[in-house]
């Protein structure tokens, strides 16, 4: 998920690529066409005055592919982006940018389904673990689980807030044996990972 899958760096090299396709009376890109750029990226799709817009696919060198919309050269619209390390993302873009509502498959199996907001997890969201079956529902804020959620395991779920990726302040753990457990985080012995939350430490709790 790291590699950002931009072509901006590619604008200068664009213009010293070769070209098949369609062009308009003035001589630029319009329509349908086919550009090998130096670098060996490759794009395929429609032109408007010489700038990629509209439905088209992408490929870079590494093996990362776009496949989707796009907007004065910018990934903008519905589109699909297949990263070189296996993972996926299928959703909205804006200049560039994941925004809006998609889904992101990681080369782990993990999935992310909900709302982004500038490349990050923003807003409201469900992220499932493959490995453990949990999953994670609520909001997000730049990638980080914050503000009302729940975490749901195989046979309990925390209700609460979270901050940071961590549970934070007054909540509940329900068990499908029937029963709650209602407290407030103020430390928590659990242990956390950028994503997942280590079910073997004990929370704990104070009366209200």
């Not at 696919?57 to 050269?73: D, H, P, W």
């Not at 753990?173 to 990972?193: K, L, P, R, T, W």
Request: charged share 25%; proline share 2%.
């Amino acid at each position: 998920m790291s590699f950002s899958g931009s072509e901006d760096l590619n604008e200068e090299l664009s213009k010293l690529a070769s070209y098949e396709g369609e062009r308009n009376d003035a001589g630029q890109r319009h329509g349908v066409g086919r550009s090998v750029l130096p670098n060996g990226d490759m794009y395929q799709g429609r032109y408007e005055h010489g700038e990629r817009h509209g439905q088209g696919t992408y490929r870079f060198k590494n093996g990362a592919v776009y496949v989707g919309e796009y907007f004065k050269n910018l990934k903008h619209g519905q589109g699909t982006f297949y990263y070189p390390d296996g993972s996926k993302y299928e959703g909205l873009w804006v200049n560039d940018l994941r925004q809006g509502r998609g889904v992101y498959t990681y080369s782990n199996g993990d999935t992310y389904d909900g709302e982004w907001l500038n490349h990050f997890r923003h807003g409201q969201g469900k992220y499932c673990y493959k490995n453990t079956g949990s999953k994670y529902v609520g909001s997000w804020v730049n990638g980080k689980m914050q503000s009302a959620g729940e975490y749901i395991h195989a046979n309990h779920r925390y209700q609460g807030n979270f901050f940071n990726n961590k549970p934070n302040g007054a909540g509940k753990f329900v068990f499908d044996i029937g029963c709650e457990q209602h407290g407030e985080f103020q430390e928590s012995q659990q242990n956390f990972s950028d994503d997942e939350w280590d079910e073997t430490g004990a929370p704990r709790w104070v009366p209200r």
